[in-house]
């Protein structure tokens, strides 16, 4: 088949770790998740933010132990963003969570911030990403612009809980349709701008339901959503699972760009597979899903393989 496997970032699952709590950061590379966060912000109390702040730089290089991508979510306040921000750029992190972003100005600040210590610090430059949440009203209407002002943004997700409160609705059965719009603005922007679109049919904060929450995973997935955070061990492969491709999946797309790239040999760009016609369309999505299963697989492969080197 001639599909071109370049690799692309799996974010499945970002598990987010209260940085100020040892038990947690110290068993953290174990979980599998795709990605760690080491919270600065809303897990930890003001009175901590300051002392957590030291440890960050010690705690990266233990997160990172299984091989997940380790990243850093800062305060996107003015108290603490740039001290946050500073801890937490070194050469083990590939990006930075920035919360609450409401203009292209202050992610740009940001980003000059990074581009400095990059420098400072021996860091290949462009390394460190920027996650960007979305969690006001202001910051939705101005989803366009955040998204195209920086080449360092690796993603776009739509802060639940923070955009409710903004937006005044509850938070209940009778308003679970009322974010379907901005998630999807959401992910048709993040599509845009070759963002990867990250988020949750539902609230991450109903984590002890299993089945409610790998069904708003699975329901995220079928609507275009490549991940999703966590905020407890135990959904890291409910996420892992929901956003891959299942074997049914990948067999049939590998089955699609057989048939299809056979058509093209004959001089056809479309032909019948199963009872249906398929042309380009469908050729090109079924390589994008198959070339994904395939850089899951390796990125999978890299942190068993890390784990292993650690003996677990």
């Given amino acids: 088949m001639g599909v071109n496997y370049t690799i692309e970032q799996v974010r499945r699952s970002r598990l987010i770790m209260p940085a100020n709590s040892a038990k947690f950061v110290e068993k953290a590379w174990q979980r599998n998740a795709d990605a760690i966060v080491l919270d600065l912000e809303d897990s930890v109390p003001i009175t901590e933010k300051a002392a957590t702040r030291q440890r960050i ?58 581009a400095r210590l990059e420098s400072e610090r021996g ?47 509850q938070d209940c059965p009778d308003t679970f349709q009322a974010l379907l719009q901005p998630r999807m603005q959401l992910l048709f922007t993040a599509r845009a701008y070759g963002k990867t ?40 492969e409910i996420l892992n699972r929901a956003f891959s491709p299942t074997p049914a999946e990948t067999e049939t797309a590998g089955r699609i760009i057989e048939a299809f790239e056979a058509a093209v040999a004959q001089g056809r760009a479309s032909t019948s597979f199963e009872g249906k016609m398929i042309d380009y369309v469908h050729y090109e999505r079924a390589r994008k899903l198959f070339q994904r299963a395939a850089a899951i697989q390796a990125f999978e492969l890299k942190k068993r393989q890390a784990r292993q080197s650690q003996g677990l």
């Avoid at 960007?132 to 690796?154: P, Q, T």
């Avoid at 069904?215 to 959904?235: D, R």
Wanted: net charge negative; charged share 25%; proline share 3%.
């Fill in 57 to 114: 730089k010690e705690q990266v290089a233990l997160a990172g132990k299984g091989g997940s991508d380790v990243l850093v979510r800062v305060n996107n306040d003015s108290r603490w963003l740039r001290d946050d921000v500073e801890a937490a750029v070194w050469p083990e992190v590939v990006g930075i969570v920035l919360p609450k972003v409401e203009s292209g100005v202050e992610l740009r600040q940001v980003e000059q911030q990074i």
């Fill in 123 to 169: 860091i290949p430059t462009g390394q460190i990403k920027i996650s960007v949440l979305i969690e006001s009203c202001l910051g939705f209407l101005r989803m366009d612009e955040i998204a195209g002002s920086s080449e360092r943004i690796d993603s776009l997700t739509l802060g639940n809980e923070d955009f409710l409160r903004d937006a005044g609705i």
């Fill in 197 to 236: 679109p990250m988020g949750l049919i539902g609230s991450l904060a109903h984590y002890n339901d299993a089945d409610a929450f790998a069904k708003s995973a699975e329901l995220a997935y079928k609507h275009g959503f490549l991940g999703a955070s966590c905020i407890h061990p135990g959904n890291v």
